[in-house]
């Protein structure tokens, strides 16, 4: 299970970070509501968790903001914040689940289990569309028309993270640690083979998907001329 954490006290973030690591959880772990969002947006997660009161924007505000921009993940609220009021704009701010400190460890592993399990099931019926491009997450292959091309899962997870970011640059750091999470696993080069191999399978696309290389900063993806007739 992969696991957004944004929590700025400290104390906390630290034991639930640790806590949860010893049980197999992946944990990137934030202390303010604008890195929530930017991790959230590049990232890949089964469950964020989103302490209400945070410098930068509100864990409220950043829910809010995902689910404006179309974010279908699993979101935790966790906050001391207990009056029915806050509850309810809670949820109806986009929060799948509430949570009030203080609280038992062992209640927070099992609300994650079972937002992870849901979150698991929408990402395996979950299919991708921009224009006429046509991502399967379930199956990794990519169509438009009657073109269908079958992806590893290392290529279609990274152009998954283009696609859901495209017209923004994002930078290797980003991807090397979205898609590989250890950097030392791949090298610059490894990424820019990846890369080379992903274009030259999308080429019967031909100029409806264009990665572009940002020279020292990384990629950006556009997509073009999707909504024509393949």
Not at 62 to 78: E, I, P, T
Not at 164 to 174: C, F, K, L, M, Y
Not at 217 to 222: D, H, I, K, S
């Amino acid at each position: 299970m992969n696991v957004l954490l944004a929590e700025d006290d400290v104390k906390l973030g630290k034991l639930i970070k640790h806590l949860l690591e010893r049980n197999e959880i992946h944990v990137d772990w934030v202390v303010s509501g604008d890195m929530a969002l930017e991790s959230a947006l590049y990232g890949s997660y089964d469950v964020i968790i989103l302490d209400w009161m945070m410098p930068g924007q509100l864990g409220i505000a950043v829910c809010d903001q995902l689910r404006k921009r179309g974010y279908q993940g699993a979101v935790l609220m966790l906050t001391a914040k207990d009056a029915l009021d806050d509850r309810v704009l809670g949820l109806d701010t986009g929060a799948d689940d509430y949570f009030v400190k203080p609280f038992e460890f062992a209640e927070l592993l099992a609300r994650l289990r079972a937002l992870a399990r849901r979150s698991r099931v929408s990402l395996m019926e979950n299919i991708l569309q921009v224009g006429n491009i046509v991502l399967n997450g379930s199956t990794h292959c990519v169509q438009r028309g009657d073109t269908e091309i079958q992806l590893t899962s290392r290529e279609f997870q990274l152009l998954d993270l283009l696609v859901r970011n495209q017209e923004r640059i994002i930078p290797r750091e980003v991807i090397f640690e979205r898609i590989w999470r250890l950097k030392t696993e791949v090298s610059s080069n490894n990424l820019d083979a990846y890369v080379r191999l992903l274009r030259r399978k999308l080429s019967p696309f031909g100029d409806a998907i264009v990665i572009q290389t940002v020279r020292g900063v990384g990629y950006r993806l556009e997509v073009q001329n999707v909504c024509e007739n393949s």
